[in-house]
Nanobody, 126 residues
Framework: QVQLVESGGGLVQPGGSLRLSCAAS????????MSWVRQAPGKGPEWVST????????RYADSVKGRFTISRDNAKNTLYLQMNSLKPEDTALYYC???????????????????WGQGTQVTVSS
């Protein structure tokens, strides 16, 4: 019943941009901290960003700060990740995830989150 469906991934050249979306359903989206977590081939999950319930507070991993912007539209139950100045090292499967607790900020451990999507693939290559 609970669903998080990511979209917007694809192949982009270094320096390019992509906007990821995550459509949520089956739970009270506006009551959850929402995050983006990515996983590159052969690596473990890496926390990318978190936004609070109202959308007024955001946090970013050092590796993406200044390039990525997380946002949400609670009226549409949708989470976004605007990715600019993309680098090959950004290549990964990107997941959106929800949590009732803000302790997930900076956390790459999947069990700390309540809900996960299926992921959308982002490939940055020339």
């Amino acid at each position: 019943q609970v669903q998080l469906v990511e979209s917007g991934g694809g192949l982009v050249q270094p320096g390019g941009s992509l906007r990821l979306s995550c459509a949520a359903s089956g739970f009270t989206f506006s009551s959850y901290y929402m995050s983006w977590v990515r996983q590159a081939p052969g690596k473990g999950p890496e926390w990318v960003s978190t936004i609070n319930t109202g959308g007024g507070s955001t946090r970013y991993a050092d590796s993406v700060k200044g390039r990525f912007t997380i946002s949400r539209d609670n009226a549409k139950n949708t989470l976004y990740l605007q990715m600019n100045s993309l680098k090959p090292e950004d290549t990964a499967l990107y997941y959106c995830a929800g949590s009732t607790l803000n302790t997930i900020v900076g956390t790459s451990l999947k069990y700390e989150y309540d809900y996960w999507g299926q992921g959308t693939q982002v490939t940055v290559s020339s």
